[in-house]
Structure formats: C-alpha cells, structure tokens
C-alpha cells in the first residue's frame, strides 16, 4: 500500500510564505514524477508544479517567481516552497506521484498515479 503524508498547510498574510512537504511511504518500486496540485472552492483542480526524476520542473503562470518544488529521491520526499502568497493562492493542495509500483509494471511500462489527502492553505490578512 503507497500513502503520501502532506504537512505544511496552514494560514498566512499575504506576502508571507510557506513550505509543504510530501512524503512517499508504502512499496514502489519506481517514482517519476511527482508534483502539487490545488484546488479552490468552485474550482477544478489545476497543477500548481511538478518535478521528473530527473529534475526537470513546470509551474503554472500564475506561480512562477514566487514558488519552488524541489525532491528528495532517497527520501521520496517532495516539498514545494510558496513564497510571496496572495489570497488567490488560497486552495487546498494535493500531492502527487507518479510511478511504477512493482517491476512487473516498470516493464510492461504501467503507471500508477498516487494522491495524498490534501491540506489547506489559507492567505488571508
């Protein structure tokens, strides 16, 4: 059973900053990539960042120069640093991880995507 354990959330000013972190635990064999999505009241759920592997990274427009995602391979660990929040950054946000869960998946090239139970940022003065 894989289980990804988000911390971090919590209420800040506008201009203010804070860091999730999500950590993968659980057998899986590989994982590639792993990102943070949100989702506010009324919204969909959109990609705020993700990460390869290999360290490659995409943001959404609308977070770029004020946040980072960064990972911990030995760890499996994935952060995202939210720096300079504003009040339409107030979601809830979800950890994501893609990956192959056993070698029998890795060769026949069968992903499966993983998701951890959400926690709430809230940017408000």
């Known amino acids: 059973q894989v289980s990804l354990v988000e911390s971090g959330g919590g209420l800040v000013q506008p201009g203010g900053s804070l860091g999730l972190s999500c950590a993968v635990s659980?057998?899986?064999?590989?994982?590639?990539?792993m990102g943070w999505y949100r989702q506010a009241p009324g919204n969909e759920r959109e990609l705020v960042a993700g990460i390869t592997s290999g360290g490659s990274t995409k943001y959404t427009d609308s977070v770029k120069g004020r946040f980072t995602i960064s990972r911990d391979n030995v760890e499996n660990t994935v952060y995202l640093q939210m720096n300079s929040l504003k009040p339409e950054d107030t979601a809830v946000y979800y950890c994501n991880a893609v990956g192959f869960r056993s070698l029998f998946d890795f060769r026949r090239k069968y992903e499966s995507d993983y998701w951890g139970q959400g926690t709430q940022v809230t940017v408000s003065s």
């Open positions: 659980g057998s899986i064999y590989r994982i590639n990539s």
